[in-house]
């Protein structure tokens, strides 16, 4: 049975609700959200893994029950005494969402932490996904144990998936953001990058630009996200253009980018042209934005 396995932090998320002042809790994450939505679009012989850490505290067994119930292996999922989950609250304005985050102690921060859990996590894996998120939580020295497991894993056939997913309020500088994220590229079979992050913090100029550098870094299939406008995918070396699917409105753009990953991905998997493949990534990362908050009730 083929494994999708997902390697990211999982959080405690507070949306806001129609009154003024008021949210409801749930669980969410990039990574996660990624999981969340394959395992919907997924064909059924596949399961779909997720790898974290929590703590051992209530809210963190109210999240594993949330991930099991949801249909997502739990058995990678460390527990540490002493350690919670990080948090996050969404603000929407017009459908563009900004966030507050309290996630310092955050158990996930130790997901790297033993080179042999990693490794029993990935064996077998059929797919490996992470994201520039998932690195950017990792003590250096977590980090580079962490990139040497994806390798290994990738050595032994596993498809490495990696979504940029630029956060400079995570990292200690921009250039270290930047480097680490293209270290982790050149281990990629597939980058999903979105292009208004890249050409603020790389400096790309177009959509064939953020490509060819992922290409260059010797990923062989690139998806250039791009909000509400035209996309773009670079296989190797062949370009083509796809046009967006239409949003009637947008009522909140959490996890869009997450859905779309989750759509596209499972087409792909499952032989679909890539034309078709980006398609079904948009058509989901459209119902998405029809809803609040970043899990939503969709048909796959």
Same mark, same amino acid.
């Given at each position: 049975?083929?494994?999708?396995?997902?390697?990211?932090?999982?959080?405690? /998320?507070?949306?806001?609700?129609?009154?003024?002042?008021?949210?409801?809790?749930?669980?969410? %994450?990039?990574?996660?959200?990624?999981?969340?939505?394959?395992?919907?679009?997924?064909?059924?012989?596949?399961?779909?893994?997720?790898?974290?850490?929590?703590?051992? *505290?209530?809210?963190?067994?109210?999240?594993?029950?949330?991930?099991?119930?949801? $249909?997502?292996?739990?058995?990678?999922?460390? !527990?540490?005494?002493?350690?919670?989950?990080?948090?996050?609250?969404?603000?929407? =304005?017009?459908?563009?969402?900004?966030?507050?985050?309290?996630?310092?102690?955050?158990?996930?921060?130790?997901?790297?932490?033993?080179? +042999?859990?990693?490794?029993?996590?990935? *064996?077998?894996?059929?797919?490996?996904?992470?994201?520039?998120?998932?690195?950017?939580?990792?003590?250096? /020295?977590?980090?580079?144990?962490?990139?040497?497991?994806?390798?290994?894993?990738?050595?032994?056939?596993?498809?490495? =998936?990696?979504?940029?997913?630029?956060?400079?309020?995570?990292?200690?500088?921009?250039?270290?953001?930047?480097?680490?994220?293209?270290?982790?590229?050149?281990?990629?079979?597939?980058?999903?990058?979105?292009?208004?992050? /890249?050409?603020?913090?790389?400096?790309?100029?177009?959509?064939?630009?953020?490509?060819? !550098?992922?290409?260059?870094?010797?990923?062989?299939?690139? =998806?250039?996200?791009?909000?509400? %406008?035209?996309?773009?995918?670079?296989?190797?070396?062949? /370009?083509? !253009?796809?046009?967006?699917?239409?949003?009637?409105?947008?009522?909140?753009?959490?996890?869009?980018?997450?859905?779309?990953?989750? $759509?596209?991905?499972? +087409?792909?998997?499952?032989?679909?042209?890539?034309?078709?493949?980006?398609?079904?990534? +948009?058509?989901?990362?459209?119902?998405?934005?029809?809803?609040?908050?970043?899990?939503?009730?969709?048909?796959?």
């Amino acid at each position: 049975m083929p494994r999708f396995v997902s390697v990211g932090e999982c959080m405690v /998320e507070l949306a806001p609700l129609a009154t003024e002042g008021q949210f409801a809790m749930g669980f969410a %994450g990039d990574t996660f959200n990624t999981a969340w939505y394959a395992r919907r679009c997924l064909a059924g012989d596949w399961t779909v893994d997720y790898v974290t850490a929590l703590g051992t *505290d209530p809210l963190s067994g109210r999240m594993v029950d949330f991930m099991a119930d949801a $249909g997502i292996g739990t058995g990678h999922v460390a !527990r540490l005494p002493g350690r919670t989950p990080g948090l996050y609250m969404i603000e929407l =304005v017009k459908g563009e969402r900004s966030f507050s985050y309290w996630r310092g102690q955050s158990a996930a921060r130790e997901l790297a932490g033993d080179a +042999a859990v990693l490794d029993a996590a990935f *064996d077998g894996a059929g797919v490996v996904y992470f994201s520039g998120i998932t690195l950017a939580i990792l003590p250096p /020295e977590d980090r580079t144990r962490f990139l040497a497991a994806v390798a290994a894993a990738r050595g032994a056939g596993a498809l490495v =998936v990696f979504d940029p997913n630029l956060r400079p309020r995570l990292w200690p500088d921009t250039a270290m953001m930047c480097a680490r994220v293209m270290q982790a590229a050149a281990m990629a079979d597939i980058a999903l990058p979105s292009h208004d992050d /890249e050409a603020v913090h790389f400096g790309d100029a177009d959509l064939a630009a953020t490509a060819a !550098r992922y290409a260059a870094a010797g990923v062989p299939l690139v =998806v250039v996200k791009n909000g509400a %406008g035209q996309m773009l995918t670079l296989d190797r070396g062949q /370009e083509a !253009r796809h046009a967006p699917v239409q949003v009637s409105q947008v009522v909140d753009s959490t996890a869009a980018g997450d859905s779309f990953n989750a $759509g596209f991905l499972a +087409a792909h998997l499952a032989g679909e042209p890539l034309a078709a493949a980006v398609r079904r990534g +948009a058509a989901l990362a459209a119902r998405v934005l029809g809803a609040k908050g970043a899990l939503v009730a969709v048909q796959a």
